[in-house]
């Protein structure tokens, strides 16, 4: 997952990176809460952490502006020595969760990892052959077929339909798009990503009519769903 750390302390920053990379999470520093929230919309984040003193603005001012961008992003807020005051007005706020400082690892990367797995997310699983909701995907030959027939996509066109239908139902943030699809580099544009997104829609005939709906989550990412028979039928 990636993690964007809002941290002033240079020292206490590479700490936690390096606690979160420990964690196999990919995890970018920012000294001020002004760098992120400029990077935040091509960036994408599916967790922020940052010091209840975000180098410019208190945590609870951040929160809304950097939810205002990235909808239902999970934050955690870290504390020194923190007052219960303190900590009411952080979740107040929006925070998910307040860790005091120093943070121990254990418990810290257990806290991170309780938060992304009320996600939801699931990465596809490295097998051969896989089967989803009448679905059959090839990773050998990056094809796939469906009511009788097999349609080649292109190996990121593969990826990005796998992830989508290995979390059917569940929103997929443009964050984990491309840590899964394009191995988290950050020169992939919006719009490529919205591109292949368009390509999958048509070549895999995810339309209401077939029985799927394909959803692009404004300033988050997509979301796959499955449309009952009976909802079809009457708009057949």
């Known amino acids: 997952m990636r ?7 240079l020292k ?3 700490l936690v990176s390096r606690l979160v990379f420990a964690g196999g999470h990919m995890c970018q520093h920012f000294g001020a809460s002004a760098s992120f929230l400029e990077r935040a919309p091509d960036e994408f984040f599916d967790l922020l952490i940052t010091e209840s003193w975000a180098g410019d603005h208190p945590a609870e001012d951040v929160i809304p502006r950097a939810r205002a961008i990235l909808p239902g992003l999970p934050v955690i807020v870290l504390m020194s020595e923190p007052r219960e005051s303190e900590i009411v007005a952080a979740l107040n706020a929006g925070a998910d969760d307040c860790v005091t400082k120093p943070v121990r ?11 992304l797995r009320r996600t939801g997310l699931r990465r596809p699983l490295n097998r051969r052959r896989d089967v989803i909701a009448g679905y059959s995907f090839d990773t050998a030959n990056f094809s796939v077929t469906f009511r ?5 996509l292109t190996p990121k066109e593969f990826r990005f339909a796998l992830l989508l239908f290995s979390n059917l139902s569940r929103p997929v943030s443009r964050a984990y798009i491309l840590e899964t699809v394009w191995s988290r580099r950050r020169d992939v544009r919006s719009r490529t990503v919205d591109t292949h997104a368009s390509r999958v829609r048509s070549k895999l005939e995810l339309r209401a009519e077939r029985g799927f709906c394909l959803t692009p989550l404004y300033g988050y990412g997509y979301q796959l769903d499955a449309i009952p028979a009976e909802a079809v039928t009457e708009t057949g």
């Open 105 to 115: 690892g254990p418990e810290m990367l257990a806290r991170v990892d309780a938060l």
């Open 3 to 9: 993690i964007a750390l809002i941290e002033p302390d």
């Open 148 to 152: 009788e027939q097999t349609v080649a």
């Open 12 to 14: 206490y920053a590479k």
